[in-house]
């Protein structure tokens, strides 16, 4: 059987700029120089080791709630509540959460993203 390693999250969007912004204000990213590839903006950006890549290809939109596939992606974070209060700060909505999960150790709440990307960010107790 092969080995797999994680390599990226893609994100598509109408608007790179303030995508790419989000990630940089709110979750202390890092980001490429933009590049056109396909009549396309594309950005890698770096969140610790996590890359997501943001692009503005063409799509079909795409209603928001509970649905079978990717729903979320996590990111741990070694302070919670410096993390809360960076949220508080920037006015980023916190849609789940905080809460301790019983039997798990963990923290975690649920943030709003650009294009309804759902975040969770988690602390390990």
Known sequence: MPNY??????HETTDVTTAV???KRVLGATA??????????????????V????????????????YQGLDHF??????????MAHLEKEDVHI???PVQ????????????GPDSVKIELMEKV
């Open 51 to 66: 890359q997501v890549t943001v692009t503005d290809r063409e799509f079909t939109p795409m209603e928001l709630g509970r």
């Open 101 to 112: 999960v019983p039997d798990t150790g963990r923290r975690i709440l649920f943030i709003d």
């Open 32 to 49: 490429g120089e933009p590049f056109e590839r396909g009549g396309a903006t594309w950005v890698e950006v770096h969140i610790g080791a």
């Open 21 to 23: 912004d989000f990630y």
């Open 74 to 83: 996590a990111l741990n974070t070694d302070d919670f509540d410096a993390t």
């Open 5 to 10: 390693t994680f390599d990226h999250i893609h």
């Open 95 to 97: 849609w789940f959460g």
